[in-house]
């Protein structure tokens, strides 16, 4: 096994890092990774925001629900799906009408995926130089303040923020769905197969909470997954997307 497969099986997100920020070095570094990512046409749809002041970064640690290290990290970059650019790009060549492309449910798939490959980039290469990383859902729970904090334009969409940083504590890797329940080959397994394979990982889960949290946690991950899908979040967001000029058609 290589050193780069040996950092991606070796993930875990960290939430404590030391006070210590990145090098400008290490940013640059970062970025360049995320853009090596592979995109869809060489269309580039997304813009990285890297938040250093401080008050920001306290009001986005608000947003996404009082998570602290979204303001104590070494360096917090936002992620978004921009397809602004491509109407600079337009505007450039005359103004050649692109605006029921941009519109299209495709092409915001292919910007929120061209961020995601960017930021998984920009994710191993931060781990494979020693640093931590958090992947950070929780600014989508304010979109129309993120758009304000960052002072975004229409059509770019902050998805997710990443908190990257030297980590203080790190908890033992978590235990992933077996193999055999991801991978299909050539069709979809059926059901009764898939239900057999999440009982069994259901007991993987209990048992690394159960050691995790010394018996103060043991509950199950189809048990997470029910209670946390059965309170609808951010239903917001198709008519936040309307407003910044992406109604996905």
């Known amino acids: ?45 997304y813009t990285i925001v890297g938040v250093t002041d401080r008050i920001k970064k306290e009001k986005l640690a608000e947003i996404a629900g009082g998570q602290s290290y979204v303001a104590d990290n070494g360096h917090f970059f936002v992620f978004c799906a921009d397809l602004h650019r491509h109407e600079l790009a337009a505007d450039i060549e005359g103004g050649a009408n692109i605006s029921e492309t941009l519109e299209s449910t495709e ?5 929120t995926i061209d961020a995601a490959l960017a930021a998984q980039n920009a994710s191993v290469a931060a781990e494979s130089m020693g640093l931590g990383i958090c992947y950070i859902g929780g600014i989508r729970n304010n979109l129309p303040e993120v758009v304000k904090l960052l002072d975004t334009p229409n059509k770019v969409v902050p998805l997710f923020g990443l908190a990257v940083g ?11 769905l077996q193999f055999e329940h991801i991978y299909h080959e050539n069709t979809y397994q059926d059901d009764s197969a898939s239900k057999t394979q999440l009982h069994a990982y259901n007991k ?29 979040v951010r239903m917001y967001m198709k008519d936040f997307l309307n407003k910044i000029g992406i109604p996905l058609k």
């Open 1 to 45: 096994m290589n050193d780069t497969i040996q950092t991606i099986l070796s993930h875990v997100s960290v939430r404590k890092f030391e006070d210590k920020l990145l090098s400008q070095e290490q940013i640059q570094t970062i970025v360049k990774a995320a853009q090596a990512a592979s995109t869809s046409s060489f269309v580039q749809a």
């Open 107 to 111: 092409k915001f798939m292919v910007a």
């Open 166 to 176: 030297y980590p203080a504590e790190k908890q033992a890797t978590k235990p992933r």
């Open 204 to 232: 993987t889960i209990s048992a690394y909470y159960h050691d995790r949290t010394n018996g103060r946690r043991a509950d199950s991950w189809t048990e997470q997954i029910a209670k946390m899908m059965s309170k609808p």
